[in-house]
């Protein structure tokens, strides 16, 4: 059974072996993995040593102390969120033991290949076809992906595609790992109403992926992605954040140092979504408070909707309390960055970037649907699509 | 970043809000509300006896030494949770939090003071504070009203405690210098009443400036505390709307399958455990006396009294015109949700008092 004394030891004898002084970052970040050190709740020999998951805060607290370098979650996001759950539940163990390592590393960054310009919210109408070449038995993929974050920088992807139309549109998935260097993959730009390309397009033409980068059973890859988008939403807006932490802490400070902007209809508006934002800060750390206590609730599927219609109520506040410096937006170029920083940029790009929130992840009204349906208990709408074949639905 | 409320029920927590519930259950709920309400007298003397000689919630927030069970603000507001959830015609706000808080801040080992908080812990005497139910914490007291209206419970109350001028009084009800005269009141379940005391009359327990912060520290706590009772209200609101439309067939589907509906008893939801969290904060606040707590409790009064109110409407709406009869009891929900975001100072008033504590000024 570890401890937390058994672990202050082990990150000790790591700190001795490799000092973060003389190490080179990512020698130090391999070697972290190798002792079990990485996520202590996946299994040893894959960068874990079987622990509870709330033992970590004693390996990062010993580690930061000793001024190790952190692996960067937010640049490695889609892999350690998404990619890394999901390989260890379904891969196999040369799956584990060739992509966990380096993922978590940040030596291979992921993508994921899931929307479609066709299929978003009905992300199960994705039409992107897996054939098998009955020679090799390799799968040769043809089709377009959309809103993937990271695709330019991305070394694998995670990958649905179609695998049996005949089948109702559920059952007939297969889920890949896509090679993002294979020949047929081409990664366009998808610029947004911020001006950025902060996403991008893939195109997949001819793309050939050995069934040995299949992950679980052939038809089976809507269970598959299940895992993959739990994890997801389960990532989104769980940031435990100081009083006045998130966005409402810039309106509130130009509120202060600017009483010439202060309005009567402004203040009542600063006033009910101060409250609500103090309000869903302190939900989140209830939700916090319950995984630690280890009795989590439903509670926390609500969050990722409470912080998008905050943010996109109080950036919107914001633009107008600035009043005509809320007329200028910083810059229109095309950039693409690596990372979204609500916190670094312009009112005017937080109010524009803020409407993703809702979107992104499972939109808003998918999500109220499945609180009403899993939480509360609603019966679903009645649905024609689950018996019936993927090639005579209509499109 | 300071250390965060504990915002989660302990196991005795647990323990309490299960043998509350099971006596509501058991012998209060709400069609019995009704009943009782219709009746002129809503109290139920058995309930209370239960409730308070039974299981000892009305001592919660009293030490043992002085005869209650010396828990606190946190075990006080799950029984409240529960008396919101079954709109329970008590005293228990008035009596067993913000009175009997008002007491302990004053000189709580003289004598009278111990005497009578023994009484209330053991539910054997009822006590309110003579002031409007509206009354806000921060607000200045209205002293000298004659009569004083809109006082909850002081029909049931055998002591009202009277703010005056130089100081906190305890006057009994049964002597002759009060008269109460019953108000017909919008929240069948917590009647209210004009007081008119003599001046002069009763025994003076605090003298004028330790009299002026123990209220205020009453009405802190009521008003803190209040917000676990809309919590419980919003619950069992959302919870009847839930199960009404999931058995209610229109259209040849369940009510509940519909989206329209689907989407906002989920937004409802979002709320009750938004408030759920507001309310605990401010209840952990109250408890270990921290220098956050009127924040906190402004902050849970702004959040759970609209959501209350909201989700009563949401009831009634949902349940369509079943919902607008007499016989169904999600009215007593909206009437007591309704009157509640105006008990102990109203929403907009908390908010004010949130901008004064956060330094969010109005327009110059």
């Known amino acids: 059974m570890t401890d937390a004394t058994e672990l202050r030891t082990r990150v000790a004898e790591l700190i001795a072996a490799h000092p973060p002084s003389g190490t080179g970052r990512d020698d130090f970040l391999r070697a972290r993995f190798d002792a079990g050190l990485a996520w202590l709740h996946y299994p040893q020999g894959l960068g874990g040593l079987d622990a509870p998951r709330s033992l970590q805060s004693v390996v990062d607290a010993g580690l930061a102390a000793a001024g190790a370098p952190d692996n960067d979650p937010r640049r490695i996001g889609i892999g350690l969120g998404m990619a890394a759950p999901t390989i260890l539940r379904y891969g196999t163990q040369e799956q584990k033991e060739r992509f966990l390592r380096p993922l978590w590393v940040g030596d291979e960054v992921w993508c994921q290949l899931f929307s479609e310009p066709g299929a978003g919210s009905d992300l199960a109408a994705l039409a992107t076809r897996a054939v098998r070449d009955q020679a090799s038995g390799d799968w040769i993929v043809d089709g377009q992906k959309v809103w993937t974050s990271s695709a330019h920088l991305a070394r694998w992807a995670i990958l649905i595609a179609r695998t049996d139309p005949t089948l109702p549109k559920h059952r007939g998935i297969t889920y890949f790992l896509c090679d993002m260097t294979d020949p047929g993959v081409e990664v366009r730009p998808l610029r947004q109403l911020t001006g950025e390309a902060e996403f991008n397009e893939v195109f997949l033409t001819g793309v050939r992926i050995p069934d040995a980068h299949r992950l679980g059973g052939i038809g089976e890859g809507w269970q598959v992605a299940r895992t993959t988008l739990m994890n997801e939403r389960v990532s989104i807006g769980g940031a435990r954040l100081p009083r006045e932490g998130g966005m409402i802490g810039a309106v509130a400070r130009t509120w202060r140092e600017r009483p010439e902007l202060r309005t009567h209809e402004l203040r009542q508006r600063l006033l009910t979504l101060w409250v609500e934002a103090e309000v869903a800060r302190l939900t989140a750390e209830r939700v916090r408070q319950q995984l630690v206590a280890g009795q989590p609730g439903p509670e926390g599927s609500g969050l990722k909707l409470s912080f998008a219609r905050l943010n996109q109520e109080i950036s919107g506040l914001e633009v107008e309390l600035l009043g005509d410096e809320g007329l200028l937006y910083s810059d229109w170029t095309m950039r693409r960055p690596e990372l979204v920083d609500f916190t670094g940029r312009d009112a005017g790009y937080r109010y524009l970037r803020s409407k993703g929130n809702s979107i992104e992840g499972g939109t808003s009204e998918v999500l109220l649907n499945i609180v009403a349906e899993r939480v509360l208990g609603l019966p679903s709408e009645p649905r024609d699509d689950k018996d019936v074949a993927w090639k005579d639905l209509a499109r | ?364």
């Not at chain 2, 906190?296 to 959501?307: D, E, I, N, T």
């Open chain 2, 1 to 364: 970043m300071t250390t965060p409320p504990d915002l989660l029920y302990s196991e005795p927590e647990d323990d309490l809000r299960a043998a509350v519930r099971a006596l509501l259950t058991d012998r209060a709920d709400l069609p019995a509300a009704l009943t009782r309400a219709e009746s002129g007298d809503p109290y139920d003397p058995a309930l209370w006896t239960s409730l308070t000689a039974g299981i000892g919630v009305a001592g919660l927030l009293v030490p043992e030494s002085l005869g209650g069970q010396g828990a606190g603000h946190r075990e006080a507001a799950v029984v409240l949770e529960e008396l919101g959830r079954a709109v329970t015609p008590a005293p228990y706000l008035t009596s067993s939090v913000t009175a009997t808080a008002t007491l302990l801040a004053c000189d709580a080992d003289s004598p009278d003071i111990a005497g009578l908080l023994t009484a209330l812990a053991e539910g054997r005497r009822v006590a309110v504070l003579a002031l409007p139910f509206g009354t806000a914490p921060d607000s200045p007291l209205p002293v000298g009203a004659d009569p004083v209206r809109g006082v909850a419970d002081a029909v049931r109350a055998d002591v009202l405690l009277v703010p005056r001028q130089d100081g906190l009084y305890a006057v009994e009800t049964a002597s002759p210098a009060v008269t109460v005269e019953p108000l017909t009141p919008l929240d069948l379940t917590r009647p209210l009443a004009a007081v008119t005391v003599d001046p002069g009359a009763g025994l003076r327990i605090a003298a004028a400036p330790v009299a002026g912060s123990a209220v205020r520290a009453g009405l802190l706590a009521g008003a803190g505390l209040l917000a676990s009772e809309q919590l419980g209200i919003a619950e069992w609101c959302l919870e009847e709307s839930v199960r009404h439309t999931k058995d209610r067939h229109q259209f040849n589907r369940p009510l509940g399958s519909f989206q329209a509906l689907k989407h906002r008893m989920a937004q409802l939801w979002l709320e009750v455990v938004s408030a759920r969290a507001a309310a605990r904060a401010a209840a952990d606040a109250l408890a270990t006396g921290s220098p956050d707590a009127p924040l906190a409790v402004a902050l849970a009064q702004a959040y759970c009294g609209p959501v209350a109110v909201h989700a009563a409407e949401e009831c009634v709406q949902l349940h369509g015109g079943i919902g607008m009869t007499w016989e169904h009891p999600a009215h007593l929900a909206l009437k007591r949700a309704k009157s509640d975001a105006t008990a102990l100072g109203s929403t907009g008033r908390h908010k004010e008092a949130l901008a004064a504590l956060t330094d969010l000024p109005a327009p110059g």
